[in-house]
């Protein structure tokens, strides 16, 4: 097979690879749940489209990842959109937040850019560029960990001697997936950058100047290993 044909089978990969996760990509996390809302639960990931359906003294906490919106939803019907949500019926107070909107993506960002590095690769011997570092807008990450188990060890590069290392077990893990250093009472340093790791995976990420303590905005610190 020529290299034309390879580019054209790749360059077809990766535009339905692109479409895939378009559309089915989540682009909201929910912070909290009140009540019996069916179908979703506290940390979960809801993609555009997505109905959720709230009973009069139901409430429910949207996050969004590209607008940095934070929705407080009481009651109706909420739609779930590309940066808001459409609600009916109900009532939504809409509070803008500090997020890394342009690295705080998920599977989309994770399949399009891998696919791009395999065709960029079939054309050229130069490396793809690093991607800037994701920030974090609380000083006390929470980290999706996922079904991974053993010793979390956040170290800071930018100067040496600060460690952090933590089992991840406990009541900071939520819902099994998720490890909240700020129920550890862990806050790192405004302005630093740090390397997390967690068995063979890491991630670089910096921790805003303006960044706070405690349990601020799940949003704003929320740290995936990509």
């Known amino acids: 097979m020529g290299k ?27 912070e909290d749940v009140q009540g019996k809302v069916a179908g979703v639960e506290f940390m979960d990931y809801v993609a555009a489209g997505r109905v ?21 939803i009481t009651g109706g019907t909420v739609t779930v959109g590309q940066e808001q949500s459409a609600v009916s019926l109900g009532k939504v107070e809409r509070t803008k937040v500090a997020c890394d ?16 590095t395999v065709y960029r690769s079939l054309r050229s011997d130069q490396p793809a560029p690093q991607p800037a570092l994701l920030t974090l807008y609380g000083q006390s990450p929470v980290v999706e960990v ?14 040496l001697g600060e460690r952090v290392e933590v089992a991840i ?5 939520l819902r099994g997936m998720f490890f909240d250093l700020a129920k550890t009472d862990i806050a790192l340093k405004p302005g630093a950058r740090y390397l997390a790791s967690l068995g063979e995976r890491k991630v670089q990420f ?21």
Request: hydrophobic share 40%.
């Open 169 to 173: 077990e406990g009541p900071a893990l």
């Open 52 to 72: 959720i359906k709230l009973g009069p003294k139901d409430s429910l906490v949207l996050s969004y990842m590209k607008s940095c919106w934070r929705e407080s």
């Open 101 to 116: 909107s342009s690295r705080m993506q998920l599977s989309s960002r994770e399949a399009t850019q891998s696919a791009a």
């Open 4 to 30: 034309v044909q390879k580019s054209l089978l790749a360059l077809g990969g990766l535009f339905g690879l692109l479409a895939s996760a378009t559309a089915q990509a989540p682009v909201a996390v929910v």
């Open 206 to 226: 910096t921790i805003a100047r303006e960044a706070q303590p405690g349990a601020t905005p799940v949003i704003g610190r929320l740290l995936r290993f990509q």
């Open 146 to 159: 996922n079904d991974e188990r053993g010793r979390l060890l956040i170290e800071r590069l930018d100067e």
